[in-house]
């Protein structure tokens, strides 16, 4: 992750989008190979005020069967947008797992998420969790064939898109049966040490204050929080699949907060997956990790007629 912030603001979003549509008709207009397909699109969002893109992958068998799929949302990292997976190679990894029958089939859907963290901010400018809630998710499982329930709805992210991913299955576990996070943004700093320390962090300190308030907006940290979600909501966690990983380098001590994820879903008695490796927060330690954490929303998916071979 970078922090070298992107300026991804609303009216930049129009010229972009030429070219993504540009790049659309190469994809589209290239011969069939049994692969499966990426869709990539945007949406005019009432509440962002702005077009929103987002990329799907939709199963080799998609246009020629009428069946339903499970649906894994992917968050992405900061100073990256909806085609992070196809840019790193992700999307050829899980082809690979497809072909391997590691993993059966199933639906992505990638959408660009800025710099928000995947949350509404504090001063309620940028109200993407809003977004996420009200249109995203009807947008794509009203378009798409998603089995609409909360053991075929999963959410995985990296990063940035990692705190995302935790915030929204820990906040709505009513919704989302599998969450998944690699080196996840957990920060276990208090409000008033960040504050304190954000005060000469530069381009970091306008970042973070645009989502969470600067000076920080505690009540919105705390509503905010994957350890507070996780600790009002352990009931209802108890019967979701969780898995996280982070690299024992990581250049931004997630490992720490990972970690003291970790030792909390423990000591409540929230059954999960946590892994310590070697590595850096980089994109090798990303794509070296990334097909397990596939494998194990596959898993959670448990689709009675899906099976892997």
């Known amino acids: 992750m970078s922090f070298v912030v992107n300026d991804l603001r ?13 790049w659309m008709g190469l994809v589209c ?9 990426i869709d990539c699109s945007s949406f005019d969002s009432r509440i962002l005020h702005c077009p929103v893109r987002y990329c799907v992958m939709l199963p080799p068998n998609y246009d020629k069967e009428a069946k339903k799929y499970p649906v894994l949302y992917f968050f992405h990292g900061l100073g990256e947008n909806e085609q992070a997976l196809m840019r790193s190679g992700g999307w050829g990894l899980i082809e690979d797992l497809l072909r391997t029958h590691k993993i059966g089939d199933f639906i992505m859907v990638a959408p660009e998420g800025r710099g928000s963290f995947f949350i509404n901010s504090a001063d309620g400018q940028n109200r993407y969790n809003d977004f996420l809630l009200q249109e995203l998710l009807p947008q794509v499982e009203t378009h798409y064939r998603i089995i609409r329930t909360r053991k075929s ?39 008033s ?16 204050g645009s989502v969470f ?10 509503q905010n929080s994957p350890f507070e979600l996780a600790r009002k909501n352990q009931v209802q966690l108890k019967t979701q699949a969780i898995y996280i990983n982070c690299g024992d380098q990581d250049e931004y001590g997630f490992y720490t907060g990972a970690s003291q994820m970790h030792k909390q879903l423990t000591a409540e008695g929230i059954r999960h997956e946590f892994h310590l490796y070697p590595g ?21 998916f448990a689709v009675g007629e899906q099976k892997v071979k």
């Open 280 to 300: 850096r927060h980089s994109a090798d330690y990303f794509s070296s990790h990334l097909g397990e954490t596939i494998q194990f929303h596959w898993q959670a």
């Open 193 to 208: 040490q960040l504050n304190a320390d954000l005060k000469n962090a530069g381009p970091l300190a306008k970042l973070l």
């Open 213 to 222: 308030g600067n000076p920080i907006d505690v009540p919105h940290w705390k």
């Open 29 to 37: 207009a290239a011969p069939s190979t049994g692969q499966s397909r």
């Open 153 to 191: 709805r999963g959410v995985t992210g990296l990063s940035m898109g990692g705190y995302g991913g935790l915030r929204l299955a820990f906040a709505h576990p009513e919704l989302i049966g599998s969450v998944s996070a690699q080196s996840p943004a957990l920060i276990t700093e208090t409000p």
């Open 10 to 22: 609303c009216q930049k979003i129009h010229m972009r989008k030429l070219l993504i549509v540009f």
